[in-house]
C-alpha cells in the first residue's frame, strides 16, 4: 500500500513559468511533510518542509500549499530556471519517535529554456 | 568531511557474492538511517539506529540484510549471496537528533549496487 501518492510522474515546464507537484496521504498521523530535490548521481537534499498547523509555507521560489481535510499538499516552484531541472520527491513522517520518512515515487521536472 | 560520505560509489557483484557498503555520517549526528532507491522511485526504509542501537530494521527486505554501527558512528549494510533484486542505489542518511524530532535528513550521494 502506497502510503504517500505523488504525481505527476514526470513534468516539463518553460523557464519562467510555475511547476506545481501534488502529494496525498492516508495516514492522519503523520505530522511532518518535507520536500526533496535530488539530481542525477547525488543524494536528495532537503528544500522546504511543513507541520500540518499551517496551511502554506514560502521560502524563496519555494511555496508548499497544505490542505489537512483533504490530506493534500502540493508544491509550488514560481519562476521554474533550468538549473530547476531534478526529480522531487514529496515525503511524510510519522508522528513520535517511532516515525520514519516515506517518500513518494517522485516528479521528475524538465524546465526548457 | 562536510557532508554524509558513502562507500563505494559504485558497486558490481555476482549473484551470490556478499557486499558491504560503508557510511560515515555527519560527525556528532544521533541518527543514521538506510534506504534502498530503486531505478525510478522514491527511498525506501531500511533500517535505523540511534547511536549504535539499531532501533528499527523492520524494512529489511530480507534476513541477508545486516546493518551494523558499533560505535555510533561509521556504519555499515552489508548484503550477503546477492540476487539481482537487490540492484539499487543504497542511500545513507543522518540527522542530528532522534528520530522523533523533525529534523533535516542529511543522504549521501549513495551507494550504486549492480548485481550480475
Known amino acids: 500500500q502506497q502510503q504517500v501518492k505523488q504525481s505527476p510522474q514526470s513534468l516539463i515546464v518553460q523557464k519562467g513559468g510555475i511547476s506545481i507537484i501534488n502529494c496525498a496521504y492516508e495516514?492522519?498521523?503523520?505530522?511532518?511533510f518535507p520536500w526533496y530535490q535530488q539530481f542525477p548521481g547525488k543524494g536528495p537534499a532537503l528544500l522546504i518542509a511543513?507541520?500540518?498547523?499551517?496551511s502554506e509555507k514560502k521560502e524563496g521560489r519555494f511555496t508548499i500549499s497544505f490542505n489537512k481535510s483533504a490530506k493534500q499538499f502540493s508544491l509550488h516552484i514560481m519562476d521554474s530556471q533550468p538549473g530547476d531541472s531534478a526529480t522531487y520527491f514529496c515525503?511524510?513522517?510519522?508522528?513520535?519517535?517511532?516515525?520514519?520518512?516515506?517518500f513518494g515515487k517522485g516528479t521528475k521536472l524538465s524546465v526548457k529554456p | 568531511g562536510a557532508g554524509v560520505s558513502q562507500s563505494p560509489r559504485y558497486k558490481v557483484a555476482k549473484r551470490g557474492q556478499d557486499v558491504a557498503l560503508r557510511c560515515d555520517p555527519i560527525?556528532?549526528?544521533?541518527?543514521l538511517f538506510w534506504y534502498q532507491q530503486a531505478l525510478g522511485q522514491g527511498p525506501e526504509f531500511l533500517t535505523y539506529?540511534?547511536?549504535?542501537?539499531?532501533?528499527?530494521k523492520s524494512g529489511l527486505p530480507s534476513d541477508r540484510f545486516f546493518a551494523e554501527r558499533p560505535e555510533g558512528s561509521v556504519s555499515t549494510l552489508k548484503i550477503q549471496r546477492t540476487q539481482q533484486e537487490d540492484s539499487a542505489v543504497y542511500l545513507c542518511?543522518?540527522?542530528?537528533?532522534?528520530?522523533?524530532?523533525?529534523?533535516?535528513?542529511?543522504f549521501g550521494e549513495g551507494s550504486r549496487l549492480t548485481v550480475l
Open positions: 542518511a543522518s540527522s542530528l537528533g532522534d528520530r522523533g524530532m523533525a529534523g533535516e535528513l542529511f
Open positions: 495516514n492522519t498521523a503523520f505530522d511532518y
Open positions: 511543513i507541520r500540518p498547523d499551517v
Open positions: 515525503a511524510a513522517r510519522n508522528g513520535g519517535s517511532q516515525g520514519n520518512l516515506i
Open positions: 560527525s556528532g549526528h544521533v541518527s
Open positions: 539506529f540511534q547511536n549504535e542501537a539499531q532501533l528499527d
